[in-house]
Structure formats: structure tokens, C-alpha cells
């Protein structure tokens, strides 16, 4: 099984993941519209830093899911 594959079937089953997954492409969308523009004020640039840290937080939360998971398929 790929990774693409264990995120749809953690998607379905996993409520967790479930979530994480709504919050990053969120935050995502957030962030290309934040870089769709020409200039940021002070405060959008903190914000996108902000939500790019986030952003981040749950990505690598989600692929330590993937490893789990497959930690524990291999087993």
C-alpha cells in the first residue's frame, strides 16, 4: 500500500486524521490566497507565518499517522 492510499483509507477511518487532513488543505487555501497578493501588511505576514506553522504541525502529525500505520501493518 503507498502512502496516497493509506491517506484515503485514514481519511475514511480514522476521525483524527479525518480532521487534520479538512485543517491542512484550510490552511492551504488560506495561505495561496495570502500569496495571491502583492503586498502584505504587517499583520497578514504574521499571520501567514503563523498558519504556515500550523500548517506544518498538522502535516508532519498526519504523516506520523502514515508511519504508524504502517508500522503496524508490517508487524
Not at 491517506?7 to 477511518?13: A, I, M, N
Not at 487534520?20 to 499571520?47: G, Q
Request: charged fraction near 50%; proline fraction near 0%; avoid cysteine.
Amino acid at each position: 500500500m503507498n502512502d496516497t492510499e493509506i491517506e484515503e483509507l485514514l481519511k475514511e477511518q480514522n476521525e483524527e486524521y479525518g480532521k487534520l487532513a479538512v485543517e491542512h488543505k484550510k490552511f492551504k487555501e488560506i495561505l495561496a490566497e495570502l500569496n495571491r497578493k502583492k503586498y502584505l501588511t504587517t499583520e497578514e505576514e504574521m499571520e501567514k507565518k503563523k498558519i504556515q506553522k500550523q500548517k506544518l504541525v498538522k502535516k508532519d502529525r498526519m504523516a506520523e499517522m502514515i508511519r504508524e500505520y504502517k508500522k503496524s501493518k508490517s508487524n
